[in-house]
């Protein structure tokens, strides 16, 4: 059975990057490790940072916006031999379409649309991990969140200055400040 989630944070872990989906309501979450690359869209999405040129899930969601097609959620479906499944679920004209897909896209997509995100009950009790172990490291998930946020946006300022693009530098400046103060 199908749960509401959220994404809880993106962390960095001993294995590389993991986003951790959390049932809405539960003291467990779900590590998914995913690449850099992959980390680096969801992290871009859940600052809600815009980019100067659309990256490959935001071309998604404007083609889909073209095409009159929603995003009406995204499903964690099944875990088979280390390998998480997923579904995105789109709608047009009030019919669904599900696809397959990478769950590491499913977020990215998710925290872009904000559409509900849904995780299988057998995922969470074969691969949940309490959110006090989660935690351990002595930072909460909030502050790890923001953190990593600050981290990449740092990044981009440093390439915005090297290409001269003061004014975008400008922009990642007030936002990077502004999440320090939220830490």
């Not at 600052?47 to 659309?54: T, V």
């Not at 969601?61 to 099944?78: A, D, F, G, P, Y």
Request: hydrophobic share 40%; net charge negative; charged share 25%.
């Amino acid at each position: 059975m199908l749960v509401p989630a959220e994404v809880w944070t993106v962390a960095k872990a001993e294995q590389g990057s993991a986003v951790l989906i959390k049932p809405i309501g539960s003291e467990v979450a779900v590590p998914i490790f995913i690449g850099p690359l992959e980390a680096q869209a969801i992290l871009i999405g859940l600052a809600n940072h815009k980019m100067p040129r659309p990256l490959t899930h935001d071309l998604l969601l404007s083609t889909l916006n073209q095409l009159e097609v929603k995003v009406s959620r995204i499903e964690i479906t099944e875990l088979k031999e280390g390998t998480f499944y997923a579904r995105l679920v789109l709608n047009r004209n009030g019919s669904d379409l599900s696809l397959d897909s990478r769950p590491s896209d499913c977020v990215a997509l998710a925290v872009r649309a904000k559409c509900p995100i849904f995780i299988d009950e057998g995922v969470v009790d074969e691969a949940g991990i309490p959110i006090s172990a989660a935690e351990a490291g002595g930072k909460s998930s909030k502050s790890s969140e923001i953190q990593s946020q600050i981290a990449y946006l740092e990044k981009q300022l440093e390439k915005a200055v090297e290409e001269e693009n003061y004014e975008e530098a400008a922009l990642l400046r007030d936002q990077i400040k502004e999440l320090q103060k939220k830490e």
